[in-house]
């Protein structure tokens, strides 16, 4: 459905001007593939398995060439694990040499030395190797038995490379919260930079995220470690809720979703935001006639979502300018209204609507999910875990396919 779009106001503050929608995204998600050969408890997009329906290579280079005329200039490549699908250095490629910069997160099981020479040696394009723990007993209870093995051994091999600039990325949990200060050590010794984000409550993540979600007493202290440290790492407008305690964090302070920001999943459903995967945050296809242009511009859920909210309960907080109600899909993943406060509101308004949902209340869940069957399954795995048979598809899922031509 096309809607009409609220004319965005001339002047004034940027905040006021990215909340009626851009021409273009400022930061496109682009998750390549479902498949994944770990299976984090955490796990947003529920990745473990390829899903069939995949975009082929065409399809691929053909939102590319969207991008590049609507002048996206990057897009953050994820999935599941992207270097998976056997064409992503081929896509990454295409991009790159099509005007569209590459940021891709990886949890490092390709990145030997030949790939990060390569990487080092390549133009816009930056590496994020994912990490939940300083150590590996602390990451390997999230992301599985290893991966902090592999993905030391990915940073290695792009510190000795050359490579600059890459990041290593965290996502901050109960667990991890202590850790920051060892993150930030860790990051500098390979010459990298931190970046961390919040763990939200979708996927996989809705079933750990009472466990796994920080304090309120960590999130105090995230928020003074940031004032502290901001300026040296990135947080991708992931804390702007925690605002209210006092000076803003650097960054947007603004729910981008359908604004300034959305997710192309691999099968090229466009989603407001790459932590809302449901139906109800469901703007398009880029198969659609009209493409992800159309989606962008001219989805009446993107319209809606560029409409200023005028009602709800944090509107009428003091606090509102600074956090602007915090995060939509924390919100929706919890069952709480989205004109209503964040379930971590440092006031303490999430926590008194937390308890005051009805205890019948079945939160929402993602129509999709990819997660492993059988043994693997709800489980951080597959890394060193010997009992496991390793099959084709965790390691090559698309192998054996013409993504080109676009046979399946």
């Not at 939102?63 to 590049?68: G, N």
């Not at 891709?104 to 790939?115: C, E, H, I, Y």
Request: net charge negative; hydrophobic share 40%; proline share 5%.
């Amino acid at each position: 459905m096309t809607a009409v779009v609220p004319e965005r106001p001339v002047g004034g503050r940027l905040i006021d001007q990215f909340e009626y929608g851009l021409d273009a995204p400022i930061c496109l998600t682009w998750e390549l593939t479902y498949a994944c050969n770990l299976a984090c408890v955490h796990c947003l997009s529920s990745s473990g398995r390829r899903d069939p329906r995949e975009l082929s290579t065409a399809e691929a280079e053909a939102v590319i060439d969207e991008l590049q005329r609507m002048q996206v200039f990057y897009v953050n490549v994820g999935g599941g694990e992207p270097t998976v699908r056997p064409d992503f250095w081929h896509l990454l490629d295409y991009a790159i040499g099509h005007q569209v910069g590459v940021k891709f997160s990886t949890n490092g099981v390709k990145l030997d030395r030949a790939r990060a020479e390569q990487l080092a040696a390549t133009d816009y394009v930056d590496v994020q190797i994912s990490l939940d723990g300083a150590t590996a007993e602390v990451n390997d209870r999230v992301r599985g038995a290893g991966s902090f093995a592999t993905a030391t051994r990915a940073l290695e091999n792009l510190a000795e490379a050359g490579m600059r600039d890459f990041k290593v990325s965290v996502v901050v949990t109960r667990e991890n919260a202590g850790q920051l200060d060892a993150f930030k050590a860790l990051t500098d010794r390979y010459g990298a930079q931190l970046r961390i984000t919040r763990l939200r409550p979708s996927g996989r993540g809705a079933d750990v995220w009472d466990q796994l979600h920080p304090t309120a007493a960590q999130q105090r202290e995230l928020y003074d470690w940031l004032l502290a440290n901001g300026e040296g790492v990135l947080t991708g407008d992931s804390f702007f809720h925690l605002s209210p305690f006092g000076e803003a964090l650097p960054g947007l302070n603004l729910c981008g979703a359908g604004r300034v920001v959305c997710l192309i999943d691999p099968v090229g459903d466009v989603y407001a935001c790459p932590f809302a995967i449901h139906e109800n945050f469901l703007a398009g296809n880029v198969r659609d006639e009209g493409g992800f242009q159309r989606v962008w511009q001219q989805s009446a859920l993107f319209a809606e979502l560029r409409t200023p909210q005028t009602g709800g309960a944090c509107t009428r907080c003091a606090h509102f300018d600074a956090c602007r109600g915090g995060c939509m899909a924390a919100k929706f993943f919890t069952g709480l209204p989205l004109d209503g406060p964040d379930p971590e509101c440092v006031q303490g308004y999430g926590e008194t609507a937390l308890a005051a949902r009805d205890a019948a209340l079945v939160t929402p869940r993602s129509h999709l999910d990819h997660s492993h069957a059988g043994p693997v399954r709800g489980q951080p795995t597959l890394l060193g875990m010997p009992g496991i048979p390793a099959k084709s598809c965790d390691e090559s899922p698309l192998a054996g396919l013409d993504l080109r031509s676009g046979v399946r």
